[in-house]
């Protein structure tokens, strides 16, 4: 293209006209949004009673979101495009809510809310108001998978829609304040995993308002040919759009959405049809228009437009002020409404021009609701992964590594539907999964060396060293109806604490929408766990995962923590069958015993916890003791401690109960898998002392049982911060976990056992010594503890 | 510089000879490190026995890293630097500890492990072995101010040790793994907030050894360009050293280290003269060498040398494969030790010829013990901000507003020593702090325009939008040796939970080690808080961090929610003053009633909790129930409930008990600020039944006082993750932590008060009828509420 076909005029001028038209439409929605409560189509003067009490919303960014709208819908009618548009700057909720019911999606999902006068009332007073709509792109506004609150996830949300999805365009606003977040900056590499074969593509358009809260924005304040330099390293070609004069910027926005969709359609026909294979360097758009666009330029003396006192309400003394009074009016009457809203308040033929029909508007794409495309997974029997198991802890598996072959299936079977990924922070292999390799590759772009193993540009295995975009590209992948997994260490999932936080309360929201379908859940395999960080120790070890998201909505929430290989596969089938959840499954990658057979392992994670009558010595008095046990490190010390007490204290009727779906623990009333009083009591009793061996924090047991009936009479250990590069064994006895500190607790806390047992209790206390001895000068575990087989 | 001068060799022969002998040595000991734990200096033919029983470490990274520390010992020594080294690849623990020992310097503060034959022995054997140290850069390793466990932080630690040290150089190794994660990737950009005047360099160096666990790296894989362009667009000026003939890259990378200091001089220089002030960008190296360069090419028919098979421990089966004892014996001696080490063990005069003296060396450098650097903050009394109060609740203050005033000072009073920052991610006018800037700017060396305030190019408020970024700068800063506070938004801040969890950690291992000096606490003021997110709704709600830090170290951890202004002044003041702990504000912005004078602040903060007699009904007798209150808008609720009871159950002996330090319900034996059980039952009884309303999540509160007496007679209301767009009453009434359902819980929990107060009871539930109604109307509270007051 010459330079004299980049000033060249692409539309005509009743394009432009009809362009314009629906921008000011939208504009005039968004101000009305954030303002008004009444005389929505200003039939009358302004007056104070006609706005809201209180002034709440982003005003800055909403013409820019509003302009992209525009366009993009413009583009979508005009090539009959399948289309998504992630909102990045999503606080703009006017904005897209306008867009929204301009199209019409709005109205047909909430009829109250209809395209007329009626309707733009309420859509004006709903907004931010109590009862009403949120001031962000939420879960409730129609063409939403990304909410518009926490900033950083746009550009993973959208490439993770775009995964598999071979027809769809995706387009990415991201804002120029959420361009300085750490996940975002990570994300722009992720056109190196994007397959143009398999997947649709991903339109970034990186909107320069220049402006934050309070702060110019780094990206927009760069020397140019610095920001360029950046977006290329990127591995995007930018198309520049710059101005503030519309008629200007309305040529040059719909000169480079031709020309973005235009090298789009080049690359993946020249990709699909065999033609290119050097990786792609995909489009994108820089959009540079001031923050406020549109809105007062000066308010009590101060500059508003373009800069960032336009960022929320931007006259905020209407319903006091006369003079902020009269300059709403004169902002909402530049929009020019009479041109835009028929009589009965429905946009007229102008406005409506640019808007593509049915599910080719944005905020009806059935991509933005994906449980609509959802495909239930074609998972094998389980009997085809599973070990046998004919005595409890005779042989030993890698739980994960049965997992990777049932993985492996599972890729393979999906191997057509393309509807299944796995994600993992470089940790498939270390985490024992690598048997999926079998069946896909990993996802990769950039160049392949010869001594390279399982990289492939169609893979759907995704390893990047960013647990964000694993995370980001997996939420944008299940909302958008598919199915997958992360994989990751267990302590450093917590660097997607406050992701987690956000998917948590977007499907707790969408779970009350009837109009949203049900999606896939997300699944966390947590492995490499605290108790076998054997190379990396301390900074390596933290199980508090499982608190951070108890804390969240309990229905959403599902904790596993399988003691074995076999119940690994039947809490992952739980899992992958499972909807609208997020499911936190700990598992241990390294052999451990295999406790129970696939039947009963079925059968113990449907019950949620269970006695384990085979490994207990009561009779039909009920226990002394009860020793239970969540997680397979504190499981096998249980058990050993059970052993001992077998071997050393006969008489001691002994109950081990095993707890996998941990909120099995919780209330009957607070979670649909909790236990009832009776149930609970039933396993646990009311009035015997309990020694708990818990995988992670001990006090998280105390606070989801402290309702129940002997709760006082639970004592837990579990990991209390105590760790270092050093052995297994050493680390439990280092957190008073380990078998003999179990026996001595159960010695202390049975009544009147302590004196009958005082020579049990030293010969415990002295297999601690001969521990940290041997451990010192040998470096490994005792011989007793490595060579140790359940009893039974 | 010419080609010409680029091929020209730098080194003499003589220089050459010994930077690669200290090359050699430190690769010797890394390799011993990983393998050996006796015939350290390989006397006798290497036998089994000689090998540890469990290999545990990071090969892959620790040769690059060597060459690094043997070529920073070069240029600090000939130029008389002041340096610190930030190690990001720090799994390569064996590299900086082989450097930290060859110096002297970690000798001289572990004494057992000398600069001798036994003391090498004790270094190898140590090495990731039970009781010795870990296999990471940890707190333990002389220098480190950077744990290498969890990935992405190294670049902010060391902007954040830069800034305010204007004679430091900073050089900082950066990983091609850790190059891909979010908070690293945002890093690139601290330049554009490095005062060249006030702050001293960072020079990041970028390895790209091409692969991490199992994966080839973005970054080196990515066309040369484009990685160019990249780092450009970051603001750097790259040089370039690549290669796998050690003379060659010896040469080059001593001349781009010469001629990045030259850079970084002359930048220095231009600035502080006042000749530039255009933004510098600053120099950094991009170095290209194998991973596990020099280690063994391949294992068992399969390329190890510069592969991702080289990333840990190369020949894993040293004591049962023969072809590998002897491969490792051959590699050992390819190093050739002989040379390299004396007849004692020590390091000969070639290796030593590179080291700089004293606190020069890398080891030694007390930046990297900040703790010795330190010095107190000149507070000022805090009556100079505190407000007046006469009658609890007359008057209303913004606490953080206050605050403002007391930043503001402590910024001008530190104008001089240039020792306290504040940080926050474009949040800190938003959190009404925006006092500070009448002392100190913005920090900015971008383009300033005329509309813009506050941006200042030596400011010492760093706003940007990355709580990563603010998280890891201020971990940098304070670590050495200086001050710092980071105001955030509650809900945002799990953003950095992971950052979080490995300061703890780092704080917990560090204060185990006499010789690191105690540093100055990370305090973190969180405001914005769920109750008060009027403009932002759901996702914007958020009280799990307190959650989140308290599964640490408790003794580090130290969380504090003042319930009125001048509290949140006296809390501030002790953690401004405090050392080795992370502090947790969580503080209210908006105006709220002033409940205690100064001193009745200081006092109440002292005990951290006490009971409020002037808000309280009882007599001598004690109380009939307590109602128990912890933070700002449950404080005002459970003031609001007291009065209710006062005016409508008057006879009802009543008592107001506020929670400041959430750690004081923790027992004694827990945490040094936890109340004894005497101390537990004086302020909430032993058998009255305790309404608390908590700030936060409400099972919080039973998870710290489990053991006591009396808790199951708690009874608390809290957030319990219902939100959205609305007012701040409703906001309570939502969560059942409103006035009227407080009283209605005491009347259900107080015995024999359920029939005697159903008039009561049942009007309280009317007046939550009467705001559904009123708000759905208005969309604002009622003004019984917005004009209530404390009527004691």
């Known amino acids: 293209m010459t330079t004299a076909d980049r000033d060249a005029p692409v539309l005509t001028a009743d394009e432009l006209r009809e362009l314009d038209a629906h921008w000011r439409a939208a504009n005039y929605l968004a101000v009305g949004q954030i303002y008004l409560m009444s005389n929505a189509l200003l039939r009358e003067p302004l007056r104070p009673e006609h706005v809201k009490p209180r002034l709440l919303g982003h005003w800055g960014t909403s013409p820019g979101l509003n302009l992209v709208y525009t366009h993009l819908n413009r583009v979508i009618k005009q090539r009959e ?167 200007r910027v309305h040529q040059d926005l719909a000169r480079a959405l031709d020309e973005a969709v235009d090298l789009i359609t080049d690359h993946q026909r020249a990709a699909r049809t065999g033609e290119a294979t050097a990786p792609v360097r995909w489009p994108m758009i820089v959009l540079r228009t001031p923050k406020g666009w549109t809105g007062p330029g000066e308010v009590d003396g101060l500059p508003v437009e373009n800069t960032w006192r336009a960022h929320q309400v931007p006259l905020p003394e209407v319903r006091e002020n006369p003079e902020h009074l009269a300059q709403l009016e004169r902002w909402l009457r530049s929009y020019r409404p009479q041109e835009l809203f028929g009589e009965d308040g429905r946009p007229g033929d102008d406005v409506l021009a640019c808007v593509p029909d049915g599910t080719r508007r944005l905020g009806s794409t059935t991509y933005a609701n994906g449980g609509l495309r959802l495909r239930a997974l074609p998972l094998a029997p389980l009997e085809d992964f599973a070990v046998p198991v004919d005595k409890p802890g005779a042989t030993a598996h890698s739980p994960t590594g049965l997992l990777g072959d049932l993985l492996a299936r599972l890729m393979a079977d999906t191997a057509r539907e393309r509807n299944f990924r796995l994600v993992g922070p470089d940790e498939t292999a270390s985490n ?45 992948y299940l909302l958008t109806g598919r199915h997958g997994l992360f994989s990751c260490y267990e302590a450093f999932v917590h660097i997607v604490d406050s992701m987690v936080n956000q998917h948590i309360k977007w499907l707790k929201t969408a779970g009350e929408l009837p109009w949203r379908a049900p999606v896939a859940s997300l699944n966390y395999l947590l492995t490499s766990h605290v108790w076998r960080q054997d190379h990396n120790g301390f900074s390596h070890q933290d199980p508090g995962f499982v608190d951070h998201v108890l804390n969240k909505s309990p229905h959403i929430v599902q904790v596993f923590l399988p003691p074995d290989a076999n119940t690994l596969l039947a809490v992952a089938d739980t899992a992958l069958r499972s909807r609208d959840h997020v499911n936190v499954i700990v598992a241990g990658k390294n052999p451990g015993p295999d406790w129970l057979s696939l039947d009963q392992a079925r059968a113990h994670c449907a019950r949620g916890a269970g006695v384990w009558d085979w490994a207990g010595t009561e009779s039909g008095d009920g226990p002394d003791v009860v020793l239970a046990c969540a997680g397979d490190v504190p499981t096998q010390e249980i058990l050993a401690a059970a052993g001992l007490l077998r071997r050393y204290l006969p008489e001691l009727a ?61 004592h837990v250990r579990g990991y209390k911060e105590s760790g270092t590069t050093t052995t297994p064994f050493d680390m439990v006895v280092r957190n008073d976990l380990d078998r003999f500190r179990l026996v001595m607790d159960v010695i202390d806390r049975v009544p009147g056992l302590a004196v009958r047992a005082a020579a049990t209790r030293q010969r415990m206390a002295d297999a601690r010594t001969r521990h940290h001895r041997w451990i010192r000068e040998h470096g490994t575990d005792m011989p007793e503890i490595v060579e140790w087989q359940w009893p039974g």
């Open 432 to 476: 024992k999964l690598q048997a999926v390799y079998e069946s896909s590759g990993k996802a990769w772009q950039e160049r392949v060396l010869p001594v390279d193993e399982n990289l492939d540009a169609h893979g759907r295995v995704m390893e990047v060293l960013s647990e964000h975009l694993c995370q980001g590209w997996l939420e944008g």
């Open 654 to 714: 002994v109950r081990v109960v095993n707890v996998v779906d941990m909120t099995t623990l919780l209330p009957s009333g607070e979670h649909a898998n909790g236990m009832s009083d009776a149930e609970y009591e039933g396993l646990f009793t009311a009035d015997k002392p309990v020694i708990f061996g818990y995988h992670g924090y001990p006090w998280l047991i105390h606070r989801l049982t402290y309702k129940r009936t002997g709760h006082d009479n639970l």
């Open 81 to 247: 495009l399948e289309a998504l548009c992630v909102w990045g700057p999503g606080h703009g909720g006017p904005a897209v809510l306008a867009g929204a019911w301009l199209e019409g999606s709005y109205s047909e999902i909430y009829p109250d809310v209809s395209r007329d006068e009626a309707g733009m009332t309420r859509l004006f007073k709903q907004f931010s108001f109590p009862g009403g709509v949120p001031s962000h792109v939420a879960p409730e506004v129609p063409g939403s998978i990304h909410e518009g609150g926490e900033l950083g996830y746009s550009l993973a949300h959208a490439y993770g829609a775009a995964f598999d999805h071979p027809n769809l365009l995706v387009a990415c606003v991201v804002g120029d304040g959420e361009a300085e977040t750490g996940p975002l900056a990570a994300s722009w590499h992720s056109g190196r995993f994007l397959d143009p074969v398999h997947d649709g593509a991903v339109l970034p358009v990186l909107h320069l308002n220049g402006y934050k809260i309070a702060n110019p924005t780094v990206l927009a304040r760069m020397p140019h040919d610095e920001l360029d330099s950046l977006l290329r390293g990127y591995g995007h070609y930018p198309l520049y759009v710059e101005g503030d004069d519309p008629a």
